[in-house]
């Protein structure tokens, strides 16, 4: 026995349709989409309604039609019938304003009532490089729909929240507000992009936009959730572009670079890196450039390419002598000496240079200790416990552990989790020594938890 679809039950009430006008709008919809045998009857649309599922694609087709009659974004799953794509949606970079509005739209509402489909869908390791070439070549001049008309202030409000969600994600971690932030762009933000709006006003909310989406994939991509993660990284990156804001495009793919490098694909996120950098030749953001390097640099070592690994930290240092706090955008403020040094001892750790590591992770800790920023101590510690490990100190190595493990208990971070299950790792060749033993009694919580 049928259980009853009460969702397509409720929304046939809200729009005020019968089940004949409803079934004559489908068969209209069906005939634009070039479906002519898609013709229901009442009958057909009661057994739809005692819980019998349609055949592709007409749950599509149901969803645009109460999208089209309510005037906002309806899905399949709204309707009580399913998924229809919509998380391998977001790995495409869409050349329709339009399309783009509604897959982000989907994605956000995805990862607040659906988070465990969309956690299982697969990251795709390739997804990067349609869009940074994309990104790169297009010039898109897609209108909007018609509407209410939004106003720079509304724009104005939607910014004014991104510092106190940033400072949450840099401060607490990825895992921390996530949720809240969803749910804030789902509210207030996406419904604004279907809204009329003057050029002006469309470039800087698609900014706004743009900025709050990143910072969803970047806290995704800190608490391990790494296909959501991907998917508002691309869809950020295509609302970067609508922005006419290259430099934040760049920032975005910094972000699909550090992913791409730290999932063990290298060589894709030097690609982005440097897509990044190529994107930056017609503006200026000496902090981007900077971060742009260092993640180069980061892929160069994984790579092996030590020279060049080492040119590019070095370009990276250059770039940030220039960085001026006062001209550049908020989302640039994480790009510091606590950053970019934590991630110069990265480096020079997967290039087997303790010393090196070691200094850089020195000065990060110092940076990020007078900032109280526990998760960057967090792992620019465990770079300093790598580097004392790498020239066979256990006891030194031991103690920067346990600051490891205290600052990540701070924050919630899968990136500190997965520094602390490294450090376990690497003690493995010191055997049953007292020290490895304690440290992973200590660990054991921290590692369960996650």
Same mark, same amino acid.
């Given at each position: 026995m049928r259980t #009853?679809?009460?969702? &397509?039950?409720?929304w046939l009430n809200r729009s005020?349709?019968?089940?004949?006008?409803?079934?004559?709008?489908?068969?209209?919809?069906?005939?634009?989409?070039?479906?002519?045998?898609?013709? #229901?009857?009442?009958t057909r649309i009661r057994f739809w309604l005692q819980g019998e599922t349609p055949r592709a694609p007409i749950p599509d087709i149901l969803a645009a039609v109460f999208s089209e009659h309510v005037g906002y974004r309806v899905t399949t799953y709204d309707l009580g019938l399913g998924d229809s794509g919509s998380a391998d949606a977001a790995l495409a970079y869409n050349s329709s304003y339009a399309a783009t509005v509604d897959v982000v739209t989907d994605l956000g509402r995805a990862d607040v009532?659906?988070?465990? %489909? &969309?956690?299982?869908a697969p990251f795709a390791a390739a997804a990067g490089v349609g869009p940074s070439r994309d990104w790169l070549l297009n010039t898109l001049e897609q209108e909007p729909e018609p509407g209410p008309r939004v106003r720079l202030e509304d724009v104005t409000a939607v910014k004014n929240m991104f510092s106190t969600f940033q400072r949450m994600d840099i401060f607490q971690g990825g895992g921390s507000g996530r949720l809240v932030l969803a749910d804030y762009m789902n509210v207030h933000v996406y419904p604004l992009l279907r809204r009329a709006h003057s050029d002006d006003v469309r470039h800087a909310l698609c900014e706004a936009a743009a900025e709050q989406t990143y910072l969803l994939g970047w806290m995704a991509y800190d608490n391990g959730e790494h296909s959501i993660a991907q998917r508002y990284l691309i869809q950020s990156l295509r609302l970067a572009e609508e922005s006419r804001n290259p430099a934040l495009g760049a920032h975005v793919l910094a972000g699909m670079a550090d992913q791409a490098t730290l999932l063990g694909n290298p060589t894709e996120g030097r690609r982005l890196a440097q897509a990044g950098r190529q994107g930056l030749s017609k503006t200026t953001s000496p902090a981007c450039l900077a971060d742009l390097w260092c993640l180069e640099a980061r892929a160069l070592a994984?790579?092996?390419?030590?020279?060049?690994?080492?040119?590019?930290?070095?370009?990276?240092?250059?770039?940030?002598?220039? @960085?001026?706090?006062? @001209?550049? #955008?908020?989302? !640039?403020? %994480?790009?510091?000496?606590?950053y970019l040094h934590g991630e110069h001892a990265n480096t020079f750790r997967d290039l087997g240079d303790a010393n090196t590591a070691e200094e850089h992770a020195r000065r990060s800790i110092g940076h990020a200790a007078m900032q109280k920023r526990a998760r960057r101590?967090?792992?620019?510690? !465990?770079?300093l416990a790598?580097?004392? &490990?790498?020239?066979?100190d256990l006891e030194a190595a031991y103690a920067a552990g346990v600051r490891t493990l205290k600052l990540s208990q701070q924050v919630k971070s899968s990136r500190c989790v997965e520094? @602390?299950?490294? &450090?376990?790792?690497?003690?493995?060749? %010191?055997?049953?020594?007292?020290?490895?033993?304690? %440290?992973?009694?200590? !660990?054991?919580?921290? @590692?369960a938890a996650a």
């Open positions: #009853p679809n009460d969702k &397509l039950a409720q005020g349709m019968s089940r004949g006008e409803l079934a004559r709008r489908v068969k209209s919809k069906a005939l634009q989409w070039s479906q002519p045998n898609i013709s #229901p009857t009442t009532d659906r988070r465990k %489909f &969309l956690a299982a994984l790579l092996g390419d030590k020279s060049a690994a080492a040119h590019a930290v070095v370009q990276s240092e250059k770039a940030y002598e220039r @960085v001026d706090l006062a @001209v550049e #955008p908020d989302w !640039a403020e %994480f790009i510091d000496p606590a101590g967090a792992m620019s510690q !465990a770079a790598v580097s004392h &490990l790498q020239r066979s520094a @602390v299950q490294d &450090l376990q790792k690497r003690m493995q060749p %010191f055997g049953r020594h007292r020290l490895v033993a304690d %440290f992973n009694e200590r !660990a054991r919580e921290l @590692v």
